[in-house]
Protein backbone atom coordinates (compact mmCIF):
# COMPACT_ATOMS: atom_id res chain seq x y z
CA UNK A 1 0.00 0.00 0.00
CA UNK A 2 2.71 2.36 0.26
CA UNK A 3 1.30 4.52 3.16
CA UNK A 4 4.42 6.05 4.64
CA UNK A 5 4.31 9.27 7.04
CA UNK A 6 4.42 12.11 3.91
CA UNK A 7 1.62 10.48 2.42
CA UNK A 8 -1.47 12.66 1.47
CA UNK A 9 -3.99 9.84 1.74
CA UNK A 10 -4.83 7.92 4.86
CA UNK A 11 -6.86 5.38 3.89
CA UNK A 12 -7.39 2.37 6.05
CA UNK A 13 -8.09 -1.10 5.04
CA UNK A 14 -11.07 -2.55 4.77
CA UNK A 15 -12.07 0.63 6.96
CA UNK A 16 -13.77 0.09 10.66
CA UNK A 17 -16.78 -1.63 9.33
CA UNK A 18 -14.62 -4.14 7.69
CA UNK A 19 -11.89 -4.35 10.56
CA UNK A 20 -15.41 -5.21 12.78
CA UNK A 21 -17.05 -7.93 10.68
CA UNK A 22 -13.45 -9.72 10.29
CA UNK A 23 -13.71 -9.71 14.50
CA UNK A 24 -17.23 -10.36 14.63
CA UNK A 25 -17.04 -13.53 12.48
CA UNK A 26 -14.00 -14.86 14.54
CA UNK A 27 -15.08 -13.95 17.98
CA UNK A 28 -18.67 -16.63 17.17
CA UNK A 29 -15.95 -19.15 15.99
CA UNK A 30 -13.53 -19.04 19.09
CA UNK A 31 -12.60 -22.24 21.24
CA UNK A 32 -14.40 -21.87 24.81
CA UNK A 33 -10.80 -21.71 25.89
CA UNK A 34 -9.46 -19.14 23.52
CA UNK A 35 -12.64 -16.93 24.32
CA UNK A 36 -12.23 -16.55 27.85
CA UNK A 37 -8.33 -15.59 27.09
CA UNK A 38 -9.42 -12.86 24.63
CA UNK A 39 -11.82 -11.78 27.27
CA UNK A 40 -9.70 -11.49 29.97
CA UNK A 41 -7.46 -9.77 27.68
CA UNK A 42 -9.64 -7.10 26.90
CA UNK A 43 -10.80 -6.19 30.22
CA UNK A 44 -7.26 -5.08 30.81
CA UNK A 45 -8.76 -1.36 28.66
CA UNK A 46 -12.83 -2.33 29.52
CA UNK A 47 -13.62 -3.56 26.30
CA UNK A 48 -15.53 -7.20 25.71
CA UNK A 49 -15.44 -7.92 22.12
CA UNK A 50 -12.39 -7.75 19.56
CA UNK A 51 -14.76 -5.42 17.23
CA UNK A 52 -14.49 -2.48 19.65
CA UNK A 53 -10.29 -2.42 19.31
CA UNK A 54 -10.00 -4.16 15.88
CA UNK A 55 -9.23 -0.75 13.97
CA UNK A 56 -6.99 0.56 17.00
CA UNK A 57 -3.78 -0.30 14.79
CA UNK A 58 -4.82 2.16 12.05
CA UNK A 59 -5.83 4.70 15.18
CA UNK A 60 -2.35 4.81 16.32
CA UNK A 61 -0.21 4.69 13.42
CA UNK A 62 -1.86 8.42 12.46
CA UNK A 63 -1.30 10.00 15.87
CA UNK A 64 2.23 11.50 16.55
CA UNK A 65 4.72 10.13 18.60
CA UNK A 66 4.11 12.99 21.41
CA UNK A 67 0.38 12.61 21.43
CA UNK A 68 1.19 8.56 22.08
CA UNK A 69 0.79 7.25 18.42
CA UNK A 70 3.10 4.85 16.87
CA UNK A 71 3.96 5.95 13.09
CA UNK A 72 6.66 3.57 12.51
CA UNK A 73 3.82 0.89 12.19
CA UNK A 74 2.22 1.95 9.35
CA UNK A 75 4.18 -0.32 6.99
CA UNK A 76 3.38 -3.57 9.40
CA UNK A 77 -0.23 -3.10 7.65
CA UNK A 78 0.96 -3.66 4.36
CA UNK A 79 2.99 -5.33 1.65
CA UNK A 80 4.48 -3.53 -1.50
CA UNK A 81 4.39 -6.58 -4.29
CA UNK A 82 4.34 -5.28 -8.28
CA UNK A 83 0.91 -6.04 -9.65
CA UNK A 84 3.03 -7.99 -12.54
CA UNK A 85 5.27 -9.98 -10.37
CA UNK A 86 4.58 -13.42 -9.93
CA UNK A 87 4.33 -14.05 -5.92
CA UNK A 88 5.84 -12.25 -3.10
CA UNK A 89 9.46 -12.04 -2.67
CA UNK A 90 11.68 -10.94 0.45
CA UNK A 91 12.38 -8.18 -1.14
CA UNK A 92 8.96 -7.05 -1.39
CA UNK A 93 9.42 -6.87 3.04
CA UNK A 94 12.64 -4.75 3.14
CA UNK A 95 14.04 -4.74 6.96
CA UNK A 96 11.29 -7.66 7.41
CA UNK A 97 8.78 -4.75 8.05
CA UNK A 98 5.89 -5.95 6.47
CA UNK A 99 2.66 -7.76 7.22
CA UNK A 100 3.78 -10.73 5.93
CA UNK A 101 6.24 -10.69 8.71
CA UNK A 102 4.97 -8.67 11.83
CA UNK A 103 1.66 -11.27 11.30
CA UNK A 104 3.87 -13.63 12.23
CA UNK A 105 5.89 -12.45 15.47
CA UNK A 106 2.83 -10.74 16.79
CA UNK A 107 0.79 -14.13 16.92
CA UNK A 108 3.86 -15.82 19.14
CA UNK A 109 3.60 -12.78 21.40
CA UNK A 110 0.23 -12.96 21.81
CA UNK A 111 1.10 -16.89 22.28
CA UNK A 112 3.16 -16.69 24.93
CA UNK A 113 2.01 -17.01 28.52
CA UNK A 114 5.08 -16.01 29.68
CA UNK A 115 4.87 -12.28 28.33
CA UNK A 116 3.25 -9.40 30.43
CA UNK A 117 -0.18 -9.65 29.77
CA UNK A 118 -0.54 -5.69 28.44
CA UNK A 119 2.14 -6.81 26.13
CA UNK A 120 -0.32 -9.93 24.83
CA UNK A 121 -3.29 -7.75 24.79
CA UNK A 122 -1.45 -5.24 22.25
CA UNK A 123 -0.15 -8.10 20.06
CA UNK A 124 -4.07 -9.24 20.34
CA UNK A 125 -5.38 -6.14 18.87
CA UNK A 126 -2.79 -6.20 16.04
CA UNK A 127 -3.27 -10.08 15.09
CA UNK A 128 -6.80 -9.00 15.09
CA UNK A 129 -6.69 -6.16 12.85
CA UNK A 130 -3.54 -7.99 10.46
CA UNK A 131 -5.22 -10.96 9.41
CA UNK A 132 -8.20 -8.46 8.06
CA UNK A 133 -5.46 -6.45 6.36
CA UNK A 134 -3.11 -9.09 4.42
CA UNK A 135 -7.22 -10.37 3.14
CA UNK A 136 -7.39 -7.06 1.53
CA UNK A 137 -6.10 -7.35 -2.07
CA UNK A 138 -4.68 -3.82 -1.93
CA UNK A 139 -2.78 -4.73 0.70
CA UNK A 140 -0.90 -6.98 -1.00
CA UNK A 141 0.23 -5.36 -4.50
CA UNK A 142 0.19 -1.89 -6.43
CA UNK A 143 1.10 -0.94 -10.06
CA UNK A 144 3.25 1.81 -11.39
CA UNK A 145 4.29 2.42 -7.74
CA UNK A 146 0.49 4.17 -6.74
CA UNK A 147 0.68 3.45 -3.49
CA UNK A 148 -1.93 0.01 -3.66
CA UNK A 149 -4.68 2.19 -5.53
CA UNK A 150 -4.55 5.45 -3.73
CA UNK A 151 -3.08 7.46 -6.20
CA UNK A 152 -5.77 6.14 -8.58
CA UNK A 153 -8.55 8.32 -8.59
CA UNK A 154 -12.16 7.01 -9.04
CA UNK A 155 -15.71 7.79 -9.53
CA UNK A 156 -18.14 5.15 -8.12
CA UNK A 157 -22.12 5.49 -9.24
CA UNK A 158 -20.79 8.96 -9.67
CA UNK A 159 -19.87 9.82 -6.23
CA UNK A 160 -16.10 11.47 -5.81
CA UNK A 161 -15.78 12.01 -1.80
CA UNK A 162 -15.18 15.86 -3.18
CA UNK A 163 -12.16 13.81 -5.06
CA UNK A 164 -10.86 11.60 -2.12
CA UNK A 165 -12.44 8.33 -3.52
CA UNK A 166 -9.37 6.48 -4.82
CA UNK A 167 -8.90 2.93 -5.97
CA UNK A 168 -7.75 1.64 -2.21
CA UNK A 169 -10.67 3.43 -0.70
CA UNK A 170 -13.26 1.91 -2.75
CA UNK A 171 -12.33 -1.63 -1.63
CA UNK A 172 -11.75 -0.75 2.36
CA UNK A 173 -14.94 1.02 2.37
CA UNK A 174 -17.30 2.27 -0.62
CA UNK A 175 -17.91 -0.73 -2.22
CA UNK A 176 -19.08 -2.21 1.37
CA UNK A 177 -21.10 0.10 2.59
CA UNK A 178 -22.69 0.30 -0.75
CA UNK A 179 -23.76 -3.13 -0.61
CA UNK A 180 -24.60 -3.40 3.16
CA UNK A 181 -26.34 0.54 4.04
CA UNK A 182 -23.11 0.41 7.03
CA UNK A 183 -21.36 3.86 6.95
CA UNK A 184 -18.82 5.82 9.04
CA UNK A 185 -18.99 8.55 10.97
CA UNK A 186 -17.43 11.46 12.47
CA UNK A 187 -13.52 10.45 13.71
CA UNK A 188 -14.33 7.24 11.71
CA UNK A 189 -16.90 6.20 13.99
CA UNK A 190 -18.91 3.22 13.22
CA UNK A 191 -22.30 1.39 14.65
CA UNK A 192 -20.66 -1.76 15.82
CA UNK A 193 -24.02 -3.30 16.11
CA UNK A 194 -25.30 -3.00 12.29
CA UNK A 195 -21.45 -4.33 11.77
CA UNK A 196 -22.55 -7.39 13.81
CA UNK A 197 -25.28 -7.71 11.92
CA UNK A 198 -23.35 -7.78 8.54
CA UNK A 199 -21.12 -10.17 10.60
CA UNK A 200 -23.35 -12.12 11.20
CA UNK A 201 -25.49 -12.71 7.80
CA UNK A 202 -22.05 -13.52 6.48
CA UNK A 203 -20.57 -16.19 8.75
CA UNK A 204 -24.06 -17.82 8.29
CA UNK A 205 -23.00 -18.12 4.84
CA UNK A 206 -19.41 -20.24 5.76
CA UNK A 207 -20.14 -23.72 4.87
CA UNK A 208 -17.74 -26.18 7.27
CA UNK A 209 -16.35 -27.21 3.96
CA UNK A 210 -15.56 -23.84 3.11
CA UNK A 211 -14.14 -22.85 6.84
CA UNK A 212 -12.05 -26.25 6.82
CA UNK A 213 -10.62 -25.12 3.26
CA UNK A 214 -9.98 -22.48 4.60
CA UNK A 215 -8.24 -22.62 7.95
CA UNK A 216 -6.91 -26.57 7.99
CA UNK A 217 -6.08 -28.27 11.00
CA UNK A 218 -2.68 -27.91 11.59
CA UNK A 219 -2.28 -24.44 9.72
CA UNK A 220 -1.09 -21.98 12.51
CA UNK A 221 1.77 -24.53 13.09
CA UNK A 222 3.42 -23.37 10.06
CA UNK A 223 2.01 -19.63 10.20
CA UNK A 224 5.14 -18.11 8.39
CA UNK A 225 4.46 -19.56 5.08
CA UNK A 226 0.56 -19.56 5.25
CA UNK A 227 0.89 -15.96 6.11
CA UNK A 228 2.87 -15.40 2.65
CA UNK A 229 -0.41 -17.76 1.34
CA UNK A 230 -2.73 -15.36 2.19
CA UNK A 231 -0.72 -12.38 0.46
CA UNK A 232 0.18 -13.70 -2.83
CA UNK A 233 -3.83 -14.86 -3.03
CA UNK A 234 -4.69 -10.84 -2.11
CA UNK A 235 -1.75 -9.98 -5.04
CA UNK A 236 -3.65 -12.36 -7.29
CA UNK A 237 -6.86 -11.01 -6.87
CA UNK A 238 -5.65 -7.77 -6.90
CA UNK A 239 -3.99 -8.99 -10.53
CA UNK A 240 -7.40 -10.59 -11.53
CA UNK A 241 -9.95 -8.55 -10.72
CA UNK A 242 -9.01 -5.63 -8.37
CA UNK A 243 -6.56 -3.75 -11.23
CA UNK A 244 -7.75 -5.95 -14.50
CA UNK A 245 -11.85 -5.03 -14.40
CA UNK A 246 -10.56 -1.10 -14.56
CA UNK A 247 -12.00 0.40 -17.41
CA UNK A 248 -9.85 1.15 -20.45
CA UNK A 249 -10.39 4.57 -20.03
CA UNK A 250 -11.43 6.77 -17.56
CA UNK A 251 -12.38 5.39 -13.66
CA UNK A 252 -15.92 6.06 -13.87
CA UNK A 253 -17.05 2.75 -12.01
CA UNK A 254 -20.63 1.13 -11.49
CA UNK A 255 -22.49 -1.69 -12.11
CA UNK A 256 -20.09 -3.66 -13.98
CA UNK A 257 -17.41 -3.21 -11.78
CA UNK A 258 -19.12 -3.33 -8.64
CA UNK A 259 -20.96 -6.99 -9.99
CA UNK A 260 -17.05 -8.51 -10.04
CA UNK A 261 -15.54 -6.80 -6.64
CA UNK A 262 -18.49 -7.18 -4.18
CA UNK A 263 -18.49 -11.18 -4.37
CA UNK A 264 -14.64 -10.89 -4.00
CA UNK A 265 -14.92 -8.85 -0.94
CA UNK A 266 -17.32 -10.93 0.76
CA UNK A 267 -15.33 -13.70 0.73
CA UNK A 268 -12.38 -11.79 1.73
CA UNK A 269 -14.21 -10.73 4.92
CA UNK A 270 -15.14 -14.31 5.48
CA UNK A 271 -11.76 -16.34 4.83
CA UNK A 272 -9.94 -13.84 7.06
CA UNK A 273 -12.61 -14.27 10.35
CA UNK A 274 -12.44 -17.75 10.03
CA UNK A 275 -8.56 -17.66 9.71
CA UNK A 276 -8.45 -15.17 12.82
CA UNK A 277 -10.46 -17.65 14.55
CA UNK A 278 -7.99 -20.22 13.90
CA UNK A 279 -5.15 -18.42 14.38
CA UNK A 280 -6.74 -17.32 17.92
CA UNK A 281 -7.72 -20.67 18.79
CA UNK A 282 -4.22 -21.72 18.17
CA UNK A 283 -2.70 -19.44 20.06
CA UNK A 284 -4.68 -19.51 23.41
CA UNK A 285 -5.16 -23.54 23.70
CA UNK A 286 -5.72 -23.44 27.33
Request: aromatic share 6%; hydrophobic share 40%; proline share 7%.
Amino acid sequence: MGLGTGAAQTAYAWGGNGHAIVADIAEARLTPAAARQVADLLALEGHRTMDQVASWPDTIGHIPPDKGGAPETLPWHYVDIDVDAPAYAAADCPDRNCVVERLPELARVLGDARAPRARRLVALKWVVHLVGDIHQPLHAAERDHDKGGNMVKVSYFGETRNGHLNLHSLWDEAILEHETGLTTGPHYTIDLARARQEADILNARITPGQAAAWAPQGLPGSLDPTVTAWANESHALARDVTYADLPKTGNALGDAYDQAAWPVIQIRLEQAGVRLADVLNAALPG
